[in-house]
């Protein structure tokens, strides 16, 4: 579902928030990819919901282990992020409001179909 042409359906924003966990959010920490390039492309055509949630689930324990291993005097100083030079707390922010951005457009889609999300009931 989409509410207009033009704009991410569901299934799209649920590929992207998997395919972000898969590498951006590892690559601001120093960390590598869980899975190829080709791989998570591959996802954003699918529309099915076991499948893009099995994604989701998998590149975001993908991403916990990539956190859990880091080591923390690697996360000093800056490093380059999307042609850019940032410290750890501009990749985090980036990171963050990024994510959020994402969640908040699953919320009003969400709302736009009379959907409760269980932290309303």
Avoid: C
Avoid at 18 to 38: L, M, T, Y
Avoid at 43 to 55: D, G
Avoid at 90 to 96: D, F, K, P, S
């Amino acid at each position: 579902w989409r509410p207009m042409e033009g704009v991410r359906s569901v299934a799209e924003v649920l590929a992207l928030v998997a395919s972000e966990f898969n590498g951006f959010v590892p690559s601001g920490i120093g960390g590598k990819p869980g899975q190829p390039r080709e791989e998570m492309q591959a996802l954003a055509k699918s529309t099915n919901k076991a499948e893009l949630i099995a994604a989701i689930n998998k590149t975001f324990d993908h991403t916990k282990a990539q956190f859990a291993a880091v080591d923390p005097s690697t996360l000093t100083g800056k490093r380059a992020v999307m042609g850019q030079q940032r410290s750890i707390n501009e990749i985090a922010l980036m990171i963050g409001g990024d994510l959020h951005e994402h969640l908040g457009q699953l919320i009003a889609y969400a709302r736009m179909n009379k959907v409760v999300p269980p932290w309303s009931k």
